[in-house]
T-cell receptor
C-alpha cells in the first residue's frame, strides 16, 4: 500500500527529445505527488509537484501528467538538454493528513546525449 | 550559507566502530528525516522526527539510532558499523504540513 513504483530505472535521450518517466501507486490516500531532481554529488531538490485536483501541471519544459483512475503519474521533459542529466525521483504522500512522510520511487537515471 | 548542513561529508571507518552523522538546519522546520541512498534502491527512510519529542522508525531503522537534540539538530548513529551500511546518507527537513522536503548535501560513509 505504501509503495511507489517508478520506471524506467535508466533512460538515455537525445538532446532535443522528450524524456518520460512513469510512476504508479496503490494507496488511494495519496494526494500529493512531487518529483525530485538530484545531480551527482548533491541532495535531491523539489522539481515540480501536483495535487489530484488537476490532471496536468506544467513548469517550463517540465510537465506532470496525472491519471487518478489509473493511479499513475508521469514526468515529461520537453526539449531535453544535457543539463537535465540527473536522477529523478517520484514520490507520494497524503498531504492533508500531515503524519505520513513522503514515499519515494527508486529513481530514474536520465542521460541526455548530444 | 546552506539551509541544511551535514557533517562529516565523507567518512571512512572500520567494522564495529560507532559513528555519528550530524544534521543542522536553519529553515526553522519542525520535521527532520534521515535517508539512506544506495544505487538502484532509491531513498530509503531510516528515521524521522516531527518535533523535538517525536521520533519514528522508518523502513530500515535496524542498526541505526537517532537523537533530536533541538529543533534544528538531528543526529544519526551507527552503534556498531558494518560493511553493508556503506552508503550515501541524506538529512532532510520539511514544514509542519510535510510537503516540500529540503535535503542536505549528503554524507558518504564507507565501512571497511
Amino acid at each position: 500500500q505504501q509503495q511507489v513504483k517508478q520506471s524506467p530505472q535508466s533512460l538515455i535521450v537525445q538532446k532535443g527529445g522528450i524524456s518520460i518517466i512513469n510512476c504508479a501507486y496503490e494507496n488511494t490516500a495519496f494526494d500529493y505527488f512531487p518529483w525530485y531532481q538530484q545531480f551527482p554529488g548533491k541532495g535531491p531538490a523539489l522539481l515540480i509537484a501536483i495535487r489530484p485536483d488537476v490532471s496536468e501541471k506544467k513548469e517550463g519544459r517540465f510537465t506532470i501528467s496525472f491519471n487518478k483512475s489509473a493511479k499513475q503519474f508521469s514526468l515529461h521533459i520537453m526539449d531535453s538538454q544535457p543539463g537535465d542529466s540527473a536522477t529523478y525521483f517520484c514520490a507520494a504522500s497524503p498531504f492533508f493528513s500531515g503524519n505520513t512522510p513522503l514515499v519515494f520511487g527508486k529513481g530514474t537515471r536520465l542521460s541526455v546525449i548530444a | 550559507d546552506a539551509d541544511v548542513t551535514q557533517t562529516p561529508r565523507n567518512r571512512i571507518t572500520k567494522t564495529g566502530k560507532r559513528i555519528m552523522l550530524e544534521c543542522s538546519q536553519t529553515k526553522g522546520h519542525d520535521r527532520m528525516y534521515w535517508y539512506r541512498q544506495d544505487p538502484g534502491l532509491g531513498l530509503q527512510l531510516i528515521y524521522y522526527s516531527f518535533d523535538v519529542k517525536d521520533i519514528n522508525k522508518g523502513e530500515i531503522s535496524d542498526g541505526y539510532s537517532v537523537s533530536r537534540q533541538a529543533q534544528a539538530k538531528f543526529s544519526l548513529s551507527l552503534e556498531s558499523a558494518i560493511p553493508n551500511q556503506t552508503a550515501l546518507y541524506f538529512c532532510a527537513t520539511s514544514g509542519t504540513r510535510g510537503d516540500t522536503q529540503y535535503f542536505g548535501p549528503g554524507t558518504r560513509l564507507t565501512v571497511l
